[in-house]
């Protein structure tokens, strides 16, 4: 509620609400900058890696190297999400050290972090890569690939089958993600941020 009266605030210049939200200004303006997109920023540069639902994690996997040792992206910056099944690093953590220290990993922002897509609701990391790999209740299958398209706020490396997401999300989708212009990093969240004009 606050977001979107923030929001509201921004477009109206009316800031009268902000003492009565009881929020520090800086937090404010803050939540301003993660929620608030320009024109023309629809939302962080995809890449899209076209491959089998069965090799997404693989590819994903690849991806997260790549990203961290040849781009150099900090470890605490990337998370690798799945859409189907838990990855490998997830379970043997979650097994080995509890559940607890799991989320401990996620909030110390020291490593990569592994997860579900339906575990991350409401999170973000800056660089994002999503292995579409399959999806256990298609029923909740848009909602799932939503969330993992919208969890980035600087880098989203999509990794999966485009006819399945096209399935899934749609034929606008599909194209949004597997065009030239998307992959160089255009933007892409028309669901998520609100734009100032």
Known sequence: MVAEQLVLALVTHSFSWVAVAGHSFT?????????????????????????????????????VVRLTEDENWPLGSVVLLTTYHRHPVQLEIVERRGSDAYW????AEDDVF?????????????V???????????????????VGLSRARTLL??????DLIAEVGGEAVRRRLTSRGRQSGSGLCPWGAQRLH
């Open 27 to 63: 937090a404010i303006c803050l939540t301003v900058i993660d929620l608030v997109v320009p024109d023309g920023l629809e939302g962080p540069p995809v890449r899209f890696i076209a491959c089998s639902s069965e090799d997404a994690v693989d590819v994903a996997n690849d991806e």
């Open 104 to 107: 401990d990993d996620f909030f």
């Open 114 to 126: 592994y997860g579900h897509v339906l575990g991350f609701k409401g999170l973000e990391r800056p």
């Open 128 to 146: 994002v890569v999503l292995a579409v790999d399959g999806f256990r209740d298609i029923a909740r299958a848009r909602e799932m690939l939503y």
């Open 157 to 162: 490396v999509v990794c999966g089958d485009p």
